[in-house]
């Protein structure tokens, strides 16, 4: 027995009300709920995966204490999101959804292994496409990968020797 057009329509009409609805009712129930951003599982390997290549030249050398500036970069990465407004934390939790799916990290990044499986080569290849692309909010989206690493890693007092820093004033502080 074949579904007629017009049944086939009716069904569809009706899943779409029904959809309606419950984004509706979503948004009612949880409009005063504020956007927290969580960063993990794939997501956390991401930025794992990111950091060192934006850092290129700052990370210590020995091992060690490359994976000790690495892990204190990425916390530094997290806290300074949640410093920023919900609806920015949002934007930003989306970028790192998409950056954790396999479909579209394959798609927009070409890493296609996972990011614990990506080379340092295959990270600064995609970033560097970022950079440069012709969207710009492929664009926008390394800017603000490249701004909090960067901005995360020159926060700590421990990295201000390397380029020079002496700290703040004292009559400041």
């Known amino acids: 027995m074949g579904t007629s057009r017009r ?21 009612a129930t949880h409009a005063g709920t504020p956007h927290r951003f969580a960063l993990d599982g794939e997501a ?4 794992h995966a990111i ?14 204490r490359r994976r000790q500036a690495l892990d204190a970069a990425v916390a530094g990465v997290h806290t300074a999101i949640l410093g920023l407004p919900p609806a920015t934390q949002k934007e930003v939790q989306d970028l790192f959804g998409l950056l954790a799916l396999a ?24 970033l560097q496409d970022w950079r440069l692309h ?11 990968l490249h701004d909090l690493v960067l901005g995360a890693w020159y926060a700590q007092p421990s ?14 502080a």
């Open 134 to 144: 012709r969207l710009g909010l492929l664009r926008t989206a390394y800017q603000a």
């Open 103 to 126: 479909p579209a990290r394959r798609l927009l990044t070409g890493v296609s292994d996972g990011w614990e499986n990506a080379s340092p080569e295959q990270v600064s290849a995609f």
């Open 44 to 47: 956390r390997a991401a930025l």
């Open 159 to 172: 990295t201000w020797e390397a380029i020079g820093y002496p700290g703040p004033l004292k009559e400041l």
């Open 7 to 27: 049944t086939f329509l009716k069904a569809g009409g009706l899943a779409a009300l029904v959809l309606a609805g419950g984004g509706a009712w979503y948004r």
């Open 51 to 64: 950091a060192p290549a934006i850092l290129a030249g700052a990370l210590p050398p020995e091992p060690d």
